[in-house]
C-alpha cells in the first residue's frame, strides 16, 4: 500500500536508515515531494535529515535543513546530531548556537547532542557552560542521558573527577553510564578504579555490554592484571553472555603483550575464531618494539603487511627502530626504503589546547600559528627565567 499520510513517513524514514537502505529511502523521499507534503511535513523533514546524516550526506541534510518552515527544536536536534555523528564537532556546535540565536529553546536531545559534539571536538570549557545553563534551567541529572553525556565529556577531556562527581549524583544510572565512567578511569590511569566499579556494576545487576567489557578489559592490560583480565575475558560468554568481538581479542592480546608474554599472545591469535586485525598486529608490534622481541617483532611486522591495510608512518618506525636495535642495518635500510616508496613520512608531533573555547593546535616546528611570535617570545622568557634559577641554586 503506498503511503499517503504524512506521519508515516518518519516511522519509515527510520526504518531505511536501521536497515540501512539507501535508495529506498530516495525513493520514499521523491514520493513524498510527489505528494505535495514535502514543504508541509516538518516531522518528515526532521526524518529525512537524520537519514542523510546517518548515510553520510551531511550536504543533502543541511541543504533539506535550511529549507524547513517553522523550524523546531527536533529539527535543530537532528542537524547537530548529523554534524557529531560524521565527525565535524564544531560544525555541530556552531548549529547550537545558531539554534540559541533563532530563539529557540533546547531540549534534553540537543542538549545531548551538543554536549556529544563537546566531547569530540575537547571542547570542554564549551561543554561546561552547557552544563550551567542546563542546571539553571532546571534539567539536572536525573536525566539519564544528559549526565551519562557529561560524564563522558568530562572522562575524555581529563577531568575525571568531575566525571566521578556526576556519577555520583547520578539519581538513575543505565549500563551507558556505567560503561563512561569505567572507561574514563581505565583511559586515565586509574585502572585499579575502573576494575572496582566494573565489579559494583555487576553486583548492582547491571549486564556489562561488550563496550563495559572493552573498557574493562583494557584497564586490566593498562595495570597488567594478566590473570584478571583472562578471568573477564572468559566470563564475557559464560557469564555476562556476551560474544567476544575482536576488540575484545585485541584487549588480551594488547595485555599479554604488554606484560611480555609473547608466546602466550601468539597462541591466543591462533585460536581465534576469526583472523587478526590490523589493530592487533600492530599492538603486538608495539610491545615487542617495547620488551625487544626481535622474532615476534618481526612476525608481527609481516602479518601487519598481510592484513591487505595500508600500513601508517609509525608501522615502519617501529619495525626499523626494532632492527636497529639489534644492529640488522640492511634490514633497517629495507624498511625505511618500503616507507618511501609508498609515499610516507614520519608524521611530526602535536599538541592542543583550548582557551576561551577554541581549539588550538600546534605541530613540531609549526610557526603559522597567528600568535605564533607573541608564544615564541614567552617561550624565550620562560626558558631564560627558568635557565636563571637553575644557575642560582648551584651557588
Same mark, same amino acid.
Given at each position: 500500500?503506498?503511503?499517503?499520510?504524512?506521519?508515516?513517513?518518519?516511522?519509515?524514514?527510520?526504518?531505511?536508515?536501521?536497515?540501512?537502505?539507501? /535508495?529506498?529511502?530516495?525513493?520514499?523521499?521523491?514520493?513524498?515531494?510527489?505528494? =505535495?507534503? /514535502?514543504?508541509?511535513?516538518?516531522?518528515?523533514?526532521?526524518?529525512?535529515?537524520?537519514?542523510?546524516?546517518?548515510?553520510?550526506?551531511?550536504?543533502?541534510?543541511? *541543504?533539506?535543513?535550511?529549507?524547513?518552515?517553522?523550524?523546531?527544536?527536533?529539527?535543530?536536534?537532528?542537524?547537530?546530531?548529523?554534524?557529531?555523528?560524521?565527525? *565535524?564537532?564544531?560544525?555541530?556546535?556552531?548549529?547550537?548556537?545558531?539554534?540559541?540565536? +533563532?530563539?529557540?529553546?533546547?531540549?534534553?536531545?540537543?542538549?545531548?547532542?551538543?554536549?556529544?559534539?563537546?566531547?569530540?571536538?575537547?571542547?570542554?570549557?564549551?561543554?561546561?557552560?552547557?552544563?550551567?545553563?542546563?542546571?539553571?534551567?532546571?534539567?539536572?541529572?536525573?536525566?539519564?542521558?544528559?549526565?551519562?553525556?557529561?560524564?563522558?565529556?568530562?572522562?575524555?577531556?581529563?577531568?575525571?573527577?568531575?566525571?566521578?562527581?556526576?556519577?555520583?549524583?547520578?539519581?538513575?544510572? %543505565?549500563?551507558?553510564?556505567?560503561?563512561?565512567?569505567?572507561?574514563?578511569?581505565?583511559?586515565?590511569?586509574?585502572?585499579?578504579?575502573?576494575?572496582?566499579?566494573?565489579?559494583?556494576?555487576?553486583?548492582?545487576?547491571?549486564?556489562?555490554?561488550?563496550?563495559?567489557?572493552? %573498557?574493562?578489559?583494557?584497564?586490566?592490560?593498562?595495570? =597488567?592484571?594478566?590473570?584478571?583480565?583472562?578471568?573477564?575475558?572468559?566470563?564475557?560468554?559464560?557469564?555476562?553472555?556476551?560474544?567476544?568481538?575482536?576488540?575484545?581479542?585485541?584487549?588480551?592480546?594488547?595485555?599479554?603483550?604488554? +606484560?611480555?608474554?609473547?608466546? *602466550?599472545?601468539?597462541?591466543?591469535?591462533?585460536?581465534?575464531?576469526?583472523?587478526?586485525?590490523?589493530?592487533?598486529?600492530?599492538?603486538?608490534?608495539?610491545?615487542?618494539?617495547?620488551?625487544?622481541?626481535?622474532?615476534?617483532?618481526?612476525?608481527?611486522?609481516?602479518?601487519? +603487511?598481510?592484513?591487505?591495510? *595500508?600500513?601508517? +608512518?609509525?608501522?615502519?618506525?617501529?619495525?626499523?627502530?626494532?632492527?636497529?636495535?639489534?644492529?640488522?642495518?640492511?634490514?633497517?635500510?629495507?624498511?625505511?626504503?618500503?616507507? %618511501?616508496?609508498? =609515499?610516507?613520512?614520519?608524521?611530526?608531533?602535536?599538541?592542543?589546547?583550548?582557551?576561551?573555547?577554541?581549539?588550538?593546535?600546534?605541530?613540531?616546528?609549526?610557526?603559522?600559528?597567528?600568535?605564533?611570535?607573541?608564544?615564541?617570545?614567552?617561550?624565550?622568557?620562560? %626558558?631564560?627565567?627558568?635557565?636563571?634559577?637553575?644557575?642560582?641554586?648551584?651557588?
Amino acid at each position: 500500500m503506498p503511503l499517503r499520510d504524512a506521519h508515516t513517513f518518519p516511522l519509515a524514514f527510520k526504518l531505511c536508515s536501521l536497515l540501512p537502505a539507501f /535508495a529506498e529511502a530516495v525513493s520514499l523521499h521523491a514520493h513524498l515531494v510527489k505528494l =505535495g507534503l /514535502a514543504a508541509t511535513s516538518v516531522h518528515s523533514l526532521n526524518a529525512l535529515v537524520t537519514l542523510y546524516s546517518n548515510f553520510g550526506h551531511l550536504d543533502l541534510a543541511r *541543504q533539506l535543513f535550511d529549507r524547513i518552515p517553522g523550524r523546531t527544536v527536533s529539527s535543530w536536534s537532528a542537524m547537530i546530531a548529523g554534524y557529531d555523528r560524521n565527525a *565535524q564537532p564544531r560544525e555541530a556546535l556552531f548549529t547550537f548556537l545558531g539554534m540559541l540565536e +533563532a530563539g529557540v529553546s533546547h531540549d534534553e536531545a540537543a542538549l545531548v547532542s551538543t554536549i556529544a559534539a563537546c566531547t569530540h571536538g575537547g571542547c570542554l570549557e564549551f561543554g561546561k557552560a552547557i552544563h550551567a545553563c542546563a542546571t539553571v534551567y532546571g534539567l539536572g541529572l536525573e536525566s539519564v542521558g544528559f549526565a551519562t553525556a557529561l560524564v563522558d565529556l568530562y572522562a575524555k577531556c581529563g577531568e575525571v573527577d568531575s566525571a566521578r562527581e556526576v556519577f555520583e549524583r547520578m539519581t538513575q544510572r %543505565n549500563v551507558l553510564s556505567w560503561s563512561a565512567m569505567i572507561g574514563g578511569l581505565a583511559t586515565h590511569g586509574r585502572a585499579p578504579e575502573a576494575i572496582k566499579l566494573f565489579d559494583e556494576m555487576v553486583e548492582a545487576g547491571v549486564r556489562p555490554t561488550s563496550v563495559t567489557m572493552t %573498557n574493562v578489559l583494557s584497564a586490566c592490560s593498562h595495570v =597488567g592484571l594478566v590473570d584478571q583480565g583472562l578471568r573477564l575475558f572468559k566470563l564475557m560468554k559464560e557469564e555476562y553472555g556476551t560474544e567476544p568481538r575482536v576488540e575484545h581479542c585485541g584487549c588480551v592480546v594488547d595485555l599479554l603483550g604488554r +606484560a611480555g608474554l609473547f608466546h *602466550q599472545a601468539r597462541e591466543f591469535i591462533s585460536t581465534m575464531p576469526t583472523p587478526a586485525t590490523a589493530a592487533i598486529w600492530r599492538s603486538l608490534l608495539g610491545a615487542a618494539c617495547t620488551h625487544g622481541d626481535l622474532d615476534t617483532g618481526r612476525l608481527a611486522g609481516e602479518r601487519l +603487511a598481510a592484513t591487505g591495510e *595500508q600500513m601508517v +608512518a609509525g608501522d615502519y618506525v617501529m619495525l626499523a627502530n626494532l632492527y636497529a636495535r639489534f644492529g640488522l642495518w640492511e634490514e633497517v635500510g629495507r624498511v625505511r626504503t618500503e616507507m %618511501n616508496d609508498v =609515499g610516507l613520512r614520519k608524521v611530526a608531533g602535536f599538541s592542543s589546547v583550548e582557551v576561551d573555547g577554541e581549539l588550538h593546535r600546534f605541530v613540531m616546528g609549526d610557526r603559522s600559528h597567528r600568535e605564533a611570535k607573541r608564544i615564541h617570545e614567552v617561550l624565550r622568557l620562560l %626558558n631564560s627565567e627558568l635557565t636563571d634559577q637553575e644557575a642560582s641554586s648551584f651557588h
